[in-house]
């Protein structure tokens, strides 16, 4: 059964429909949307509103629709909405203002409208249409699978049946830093998911195979994420990341991204950024893991070395094109001991996209084309790098 969850991407991925239906007890009415590059479909919520009832408001920050089945909170420019929970979802798209109208991406009406928890809407994707009441199927809830399927066919040069695994960092109670300069409400789990699900849906657009570690607000814990998410078919792990700074003089000039592979720190900013993102390890849930012994703890060693060096190749390759992009400084590539690496047993790296700290970066980072511009400058990195790796093994062309 396709999930709400997968809904947005089908939006995102396919053809956007030129009109919502939708179905109520007092009739149907169809709403036009709003189509934008890079954005996929957008809905006019003043339509919305009348056709699914409510009332809205607009204090000039937040835009709120109250319902007869919650609350939804909207920031223009954020790829979120506070839907009443303990934190805002993420949406593949922000909201928009164009005049005096607010536009919200046609995935929030299948995903959070649509939600079966709520069961109070039916979205059918194939006719875009919304329906009013839940179905009998809705009221199971169905896990959200992490392995999407390509879309496309692998381009020249690059083999068939490559698979990378995008990992959003932090998530679910875990909110990672504040981010000082986002909009309010926004956290850096927020904004890696957005990134990270635009870098899905790129590399899919290529013919690369993706697994996602989470596609919703979700907490997967560190140790979970590489082995159990990027294991023999995997080409490479990537977790993506938002950096931060403890308050001091000129804390809020510094900005830049970096990428790291696993290995110990060689600088104490290197460490402080390690240590950061291992804090992460507070919220999780105990797990008893199987301790690796003797021979099997010798082998592990030496995989990890020989995966070392198609780490450092592929973090160089998300700096180089990382800067085409980022107008702040590029840091280089690092190294440092990283929980979510040190158990990886693929080539894996670890993106910290800017500074949370800096207005520039934080601006970079949550608004729609900024998001775009950093995700399809991954993309670029791992489809080059996944290049040269058919290459340095003597693989020819997409066959």
Not at 51 to 58: C, K, Y
Not at 99 to 115: I, K, Q, S, Y
Not at 125 to 149: D, K, M
Request: charged content about 25%; some cysteine; aromatic content about 6%.
């Amino acid at each position: 059964m396709i999930t709400a969850a997968l809904l947005g991407a089908a939006i995102a991925l396919s053809s956007p429909p030129d009109q919502l239906q939708v179905t109520t007890q007092r009739g149907v009415q169809r709403i036009a949307l709003r189509v934008e590059q890079g954005l996929g479909a957008l809905v006019p919520l003043p339509n919305l509103v009348r056709a699914v009832g409510g009332s809205s408001t607009d204090d000039g920050k937040w835009v709120v629709w109250t319902t007869r089945f919650g609350k939804f909170g909207f920031l223009p420019g954020a790829p979120l909405v506070d839907a009443g929970g303990d934190s805002p979802r993420p949406l593949p798209a922000p909201s928009l203002r164009r005049g005096d109208t607010l536009f919200v991406p046609l995935a929030f009406v299948a995903e959070v409208l649509a939600d079966p928890a709520r069961r109070a809407w039916t979205w059918h994707a194939s006719t875009a249409t919304l329906e009013e009441g839940a179905t009998p199927s809705q009221l199971v809830s169905t896990p959200v699978p992490t392995r999407n399927e390509p879309v496309a066919a692998p381009r020249g040069g690059l083999r068939r049946h490559h698979r990378v695994t995008i990992d959003p960092g932090h998530g679910g109670t875990d909110p990672g830093n504040p981010g000082y300069y986002f909009p309010a409400g926004v956290k850096e789990k927020h904004v890696t998911l957005a990134v990270s699900l635009l870098v899905r849906d790129e590399l899919q657009r290529r013919g690369i195979q993706v697994t996602m570690t989470r596609t919703t607000d979700t907490l997967i814990n560190l140790a979970h994420r590489a082995p159990r998410y990027c294991r023999d078919d995997c080409d490479l792990f990537v977790s993506i990341h938002v950096n931060d700074l403890p308050q001091r003089p000129g804390w809020n000039a510094v900005r830049g991204f970096e990428t790291y592979f696993q290995a110990e720190a060689r600088t104490a900013d290197a460490a402080r950024v390690a240590a950061m993102e291992n804090e992460a390890i507070r919220y999780e849930v105990a797990d008893k893991e199987e301790e690796v012994r003797g021979l099997a703890f010798i082998l592990r060693d030496l995989q990890a070395n020989e995966f070392l060096r198609e780490s450092a190749r592929a973090a160089e390759l998300v700096q180089n094109f990382l800067s085409r992009v980022h107008d702040g400084n590029n840091r280089g590539v690092k190294q440092a001991n990283f929980a979510v690496l040190n158990t990886a047993r693929r080539p894996a790296i670890l993106i910290e996209l800017g500074f949370a700290t800096n207005r520039e970066d934080a601006r970079l980072m949550s608004t729609a084309s900024g998001q775009t511009a950093l995700a399809g400058a991954i993309a670029d990195a791992i489809e080059q790098y996944l290049i040269e790796f058919d290459r340095r093994t003597g693989v020819g062309e997409a066959n």
